[in-house]
């Protein structure tokens, strides 16, 4: 099921949560929206469900305008962020519940079959009389996702689906959902903040700010080329070195960088802090040495230009320089975009 | 318990014995005092004169019509203001609409207001000389010194309860819930049974065991709209105070002891209904019973 937002749009009383968002997914495709709290997407993921009403704009599933869909009628599966499982009832009546309810009328050995079939599918057979108060948490997770695939869905959806996992279960359950994703092949939409979660787990990145989309591609256009400074502070450590633009050129202190196609005014250099190199002498940002942090695979350096900024880089943990010691800094693949 | 320790553990804030013992004592002393004292003086009084003599105050006509008053006054009562009750909490913690705050703030008024103002208040509404009184009248609608007058006070003054119980644990327990029921399908009012309902229902029998010990012990505003006619409109407690005047203390104190009686078997069968419920702690009642049970890892 293919979803379009056409200029969608959400206020809360006088904030404005979404401005004039327009989105297409694919049918089958898998899509993140990537953004930091109050970037609107976990509005936008509420509306997409019918959870929200939007205020302007049209969702569409498919050819139907679902605008105005109870969600009730949507046809979604929702996984909420803190699962929101029935205390009450056991795994599997939970499972059950969206199919227990349906208007469409099953027979109650169909549903067993069909309970049964979706703790497989989420490797949990035989902890169907279970409470949830009495599995883990990554447990807990896969059953809202079962009890969201049991009525059949047109959309998954899912809100923050890892946000309250430790570190490890996380990275299992993505790469799990991913496979759970291809196996089925419905059309996802996923809410997270996690820029690593996005780009492992999704076809598609969906980069939103104050409400607003700044950017959107697979993980490797967003992170090969990032259109903004956001976008490319928030996908990953970056530093940042102000400079000025004239006649096709940024200049940071004395050191020239590319800018071409950016008016002259002031702006900023953006990079990784895998992309710099230390030399002792001859071209770069002039910089002192501030600390010198080892990590298991690296050497993290922080380190002060000559201008006052402090800029963090990655080393080869042979790095041999200390604290105190002055050189140049030499940036690869600089990004420069217009401040102000 | 965490294993043997060479050093003796310094006590914290309020373990040392002397103040354990003070601090029970105190409360001890209270309990004795102002409650259990008064309690067992309207037992022992009841039946000072010899069972027979009590027997004979309880079924004198007048105190069994006003019994049979005050249980019929919380079989409405306790209902409607139940289905109030929820129905106010339900709106205020699971829906957003403009004057929400302010109507937090109407329902606690009961509360905080004297019972005799709503009687009054009442008077001034439905009585003779009131706003509807003529029109009332003319309808031949008695409501003033009537059983309906009766329930409308009470029900006045016990509004808040259930709605008090529900809203700080259904505010807690969020909207999350009742969402993923409507996502998955289901209509309002299956939502509210076979979700809502189960996570609020020791919450609510509270609130009902409450409201019902308030209805019927309720003094102040339904003895201004009553109008205290003995055998018609008496209450027990308006009757406990009339036989109180008449200088019918042993059967001023019999009634008292039905009073607190129904209170008691109130209180009974709330217990008994959560002892049920606690023989199935398995099913977590609460969001937050769910959260603190130890995890099982996979």
Not at chain 2, 95 to 120: K, N, Q, T, W, Y
Not at chain 2, 173 to 193: K, Y
């Amino acid at each position: 099921m293919k979803i379009s937002l056409d200029n969608v749009v959400k206020t809360f009383d006088t904030f404005r949560a979404v401005h004039g968002v327009s989105l297409q997914i694919e049918s089958g495709e898998l899509v993140a929206l990537l953004g930091p709290s109050g970037s609107g997407k976990t509005t936008i993921l509420r509306m997409v469900a019918g959870l929200e009403y939007a205020d302007g704009g049209h969702i569409y599933f498919g050819e139907e305008d679902a605008t105005d869909i109870p969600v009730r009628d949507r046809g979604v599966g929702f996984v909420f962020q803190h699962y929101a499982l029935f205390p009450h009832m056991t795994v599997a009546e939970n499972i059950a519940f969206g199919m227990k309810v349906s208007k469409i009328r099953r027979s109650a050995e169909a549903i067993r079959e069909r309970v049964e079939e979706l703790l497989a599918l989420v490797q949990l057979s035989g902890l169907g009389q279970r409470f949830p108060g009495q599995i883990s948490g990554g447990q807990r997770q896969r059953v809202a996702l079962a009890r969201a695939l049991a009525v059949d869905p047109r959309v998954l959806l899912l809100d923050e689906p890892f946000g309250a996992l430790d570190a490890n279960v996380r990275r299992d359950l993505r790469r799990w959902l991913r496979k759970i994703h291809d196996e089925l092949g419905i059309t996802t939409l996923f809410v997270t903040h996690d820029q690593e979660e996005a780009l492992d787990l999704a076809d598609r990145v969906v980069i939103l700010d104050k409400g607003r989309i700044v950017q959107q591609g697979t993980p490797e256009e967003v992170c090969r080329s990032p259109e903004n400074a956001f976008v490319m502070r928030f996908l990953g450590d970056a530093n940042a070195l102000p400079a000025t633009v004239r006649d096709g050129k940024a200049y940071v202190q004395d050191v020239e960088f590319d800018a071409q196609g950016l008016a002259d005014g002031a702006a900023e250099v953006l990079f990784r802090p895998a992309d710099v190199a230390w030399r002792e002498d001859g071209q770069g940002v002039p910089a002192q040495i501030l600390r010198v942090l080892d990590r298991p695979d690296s050497r993290r350096v922080l380190a002060k230009t000559t201008g006052g900024q402090s800029i963090e880089f990655d080393t080869a943990p042979e790095f041999p320089h200390r604290k105190g010691e002055a050189g140049f800094i030499d940036i690869r693949r600089p990004r420069v975009y217009a401040t102000g | 318990m965490t294993g043997p320790s060479p050093h003796r553990r310094p006590p914290r804030i309020g373990e040392a014995p002397a103040f354990r013992r003070t601090l029970l004592a105190i409360v001890l002393f209270f309990v004795a005092v102002i409650i259990v004292a008064p309690l067992s003086v309207i037992g022992v009084h009841a039946v000072s004169k010899g069972l027979p003599y009590f027997a004979a105050a309880i079924a004198e006509p007048d105190t069994r019509h006003a019994i049979m008053l005050t249980v019929l006054t919380a079989l409405i009562a306790v209902p409607i203001n139940t289905a109030f009750g929820i129905a106010a909490a339900w709106a205020i913690t699971k829906h957003d609409f403009p004057g929400r705050r302010l109507l937090l703030i109407v329902i606690e008024i009961p509360f905080s207001v004297s019972p005799i103002v709503a009687g009054v208040s009442y008077l001034f509404v439905y009585g003779l000389q009131g706003l509807f009184g003529p029109a009332l009248e003319a309808a031949d609608l008695k409501i003033m010194f009537a059983l309906p007058g009766i329930v409308l006070a009470s029900m006045f003054v016990t509004a808040p309860f259930v709605a008090r119980e529900l809203i700080p644990l259904m505010q807690a327990q969020g909207r999350d819930l009742e969402e993923a029921a409507t996502s998955l399908g289901a209509s309002g009012w299956r939502t509210f049974l076979t979700v809502t309902l189960p996570n609020i229902k020791w919450a609510l029998l509270y609130g009902v065991v409450l409201c019902n010990s308030r209805v019927m012990g309720e003094f102040g505003a339904v003895s201004v709209v009553s109008g205290n006619i003995r055998g018609q409109t008496n209450t027990l407690p308006l009757h406990i105070e009339l036989l109180y005047h008449d200088y019918d203390a042993v059967g001023a104190f019999a009634a008292a002891s039905i009073l607190a009686t129904l209170a008691i078997v109130t209180l009974c069968v709330k217990v008994v209904l959560e002892r049920q419920g606690a023989g199935r702690r398995n099913r977590p009642a609460t969001l937050a019973g769910n959260e603190s049970l130890s995890e099982v890892k996979p």
